[in-house]
């Protein structure tokens, strides 16, 4: 028997207004399982986002969890299931230390002696050892971005929603990302990450679901998906219009 899966939608649409935003997306997710979802602009990678954490409801189809349905639980509840999510806009503390922001998640789950192994445990994972006593609001960008991934690890998540983790970053803030990233997969836990960036999307080396006008439009490896003709026709629309994206041909 096929081990459950961490994560599965059927068929979900979500509608506003005249738009079909999703439509009839299925996805599946294994536990440690790292997804990547990409598409251009308005193609319902957002929408696809909140609908798996929770702020919106889909109009039909159903999500499940663990094998429990979920498609009608707010975020907060879905978080307590072990749904974690790190937002594009930060949910950090400028104004605390790096140390503070992370007791916040902490201290309701582990006694005090636990809190500073925990500490420890993602300072090191985050790569912010020694940064601990220093103000949110003085980090580097990507400091800041991988506090806010740490802020929801410290939930013991056992899914990862990720939108756009590498905004504003450079290259090898991006490469320190992807390996965080990886990290944590690599100890079970499932992560699903919305992204412009290609370059990051490469490096992730997952599998990847491609999103176009709300639907699945097409899913495999990132090779795969970077030598697809259809793929390519649809991004390098969208660069016309909107901004160029980095989706090189690598075929020979
Ligand atoms: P993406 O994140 O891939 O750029 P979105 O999920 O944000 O795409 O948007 C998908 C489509 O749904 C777009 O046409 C967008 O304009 C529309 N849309 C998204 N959110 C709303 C909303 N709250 N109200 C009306 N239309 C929306
Ligand atoms: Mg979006």
């Not at 922001?101 to 309701?108: D, K, V």
């Not at 439009?217 to 090779?223: C, D, I, K, M, R």
Request: hydrophobic share 45%; charged share 25%; with cysteine.
């Amino acid at each position: 028997m096929a081990a459950e899966p961490l994560l599965e939608t059927r068929a979900v649409s979500k509608r506003f207004g005249g738009v079909q935003a999703v439509s009839e997306v299925s996805l599946k997710l294994a536990p440690g399982e790292l997804r990547c979802i990409i598409g251009p602009n308005g193609a319902g990678k957002s929408t696809l986002f909140k609908l798996l954490l929770g702020s919106i409801a889909p109009d039909e189809g159903t999500i499940h969890f663990q094998g429990r349905d979920v498609t009608r639980l707010q975020p907060h509840e879905r978080a307590h299931l072990g749904i974690g999510v790190k937002f594009q806009n930060l949910a950090v503390y400028n104004a605390l230390t790096v140390r503070h922001n992370l007791l916040l998640p902490l201290r309701h789950q582990f006694g005090s002696r636990e809190v500073e192994d925990e500490i420890a445990r993602l300072l090191a994972r985050l790569n912010l050892v020694g940064t601990e006593d220093r103000l949110v609001g003085s980090l580097a960008h990507g400091q800041k971005q991988w506090l806010a991934i740490g802020m929801a690890l410290a939930m013991r998540p056992k899914l990862l929603l990720l939108d756009e983790p590498t905004a504003g970053m450079g290259t090898e803030e991006s490469s320190a990302t992807g390996a965080l990233i990886q990290a944590v997969t690599a100890e079970g836990v499932g992560a699903i990450v919305v992204e412009h960036d290609m370059a990051f999307v490469r490096e992730l080396k997952a599998p990847v679901t491609v999103l176009h006008y709300g639907r699945v439009f097409a899913e495999g490896s990132f090779a795969a998906i970077e030598a697809h003709e259809e793929v390519r026709r649809i991004y390098l629309g969208a660069a016309r219009s909107e901004r160029p994206r980095r989706l090189r041909n690598r075929q020979p």
